[in-house]
């Protein structure tokens, strides 16, 4: 699952998966790359109001999520978005971010 922000970040992960498993000749990675977009601000204010959109629910339901984030600012993104794919059946989320700002309090550890 990718923000709608990271889409060159996760360019960059797939390319070093084909490289890392192309030596071996019956590896296929099952992966679907699922682009989304949460918005969370507000005339360059960030508040607690996050929408979501364009999750496909067919494709999360018992899967193992890999979210892949550009700048984690405050973390309220994240933890909305961590509780919309846990009610819809996600079997296990992790997170990659490029960017995590220190001089702001984040709410996801």
């Avoid at 508040?47 to 018992?62: C, G, L, M, P, R």
């Amino acid at each position: 699952m990718v923000l709608k922000g990271s889409c060159f970040i996760n360019d960059i992960l797939q390319q070093k998966l084909r490289q890392i498993y192309s030596f071996q000749d019956n590896y296929r990675p099952f992966v679907i790359t699922q682009y989304i977009k949460c918005q969370s601000y507000t005339n360059e204010k960030s508040n607690n109001n996050v929408e979501i959109q364009n999750i496909n629910d067919k494709h999360i339901k018992d899967k193992n999520i890999l979210v892949v984030e550009d700048i984690v600012d405050t973390g309220h993104t994240l933890l909305k978005l961590t509780d919309k794919l846990n009610e819809m059946g996600a079997k296990t989320i992790e997170y990659l971010s490029l960017i995590k700002k220190l001089d702001v309090p984040c709410a996801f550890q």
